[in-house]
């Protein structure tokens, strides 16, 4: 897909508040017709710049009360161990996200569960499982000050103009 325009960026950040839209209200929201809106959100799709959609579930109202990020440490960071390591990771639930990262850790997961007796047992039966985990180390989560899922999308600025000279 070509490089995206304001139109393209103002449907991202429309979709990302209400992903419900109809195409004619998307088509207000961005100063264009229906039929481009729905053209421009098919190929966002097709570039696969969307990714799919989904409702924001309000965790706390599920009974999973609490999050805990663990620091995971691997053993030996040969090929076959970090692909057997994140293919592991994809497998479980708990475990929301999962970054590499640089630093003290290897990785930083997010572990969703409903209280602190389940995050042992994910600890016992899954994080030390893991295929070449040698170190876990977890903060639990307290409060959640801000957890968002739209991106900070802003359209281009224009170009800015050369001075003149004097």
């Not at 995206?4 to 209200?25: P, S, W």
């Amino acid at each position: 897909m070509s490089e995206l325009d304001r139109h393209d960026l103002l449907l991202l950040g429309e979709l990302q508040r209400d992903a419900r839209q109809t195409v004619q209200q998307l088509a207000t929201a961005v100063g264009l017709s229906s039929t481009p809106v729905w053209k421009r959100v098919k190929e966002l799709e097709a570039g696969g710049i969307i990714r799919g959609y989904t409702a924001v579930v309000d965790r706390e109202r599920v009974g999973l009360s609490l999050c805990v990020l663990a620091e995971v440490n691997l053993g030996r960071h040969n090929e076959d161990d970090v692909r057997r390591f994140e293919a592991a990771v994809a497998e479980s639930p708990q475990i929301v996200s999962c970054y590499a990262t640089t630093g003290q850790a290897d990785y930083v997961m997010k572990v969703l569960v409903p209280d602190i007796k389940r995050y042992e047992s994910f600890l016992h039966d899954t994080a030390f499982k893991l295929p070449g985990v040698t170190h876990v180390r977890s903060s639990v989560v307290l409060k959640e000050v801000k957890s968002e899922t739209r991106l900070p999308l802003a359209p281009p600025q224009p170009p800015a103009r050369k001075r003149a000279r004097t």
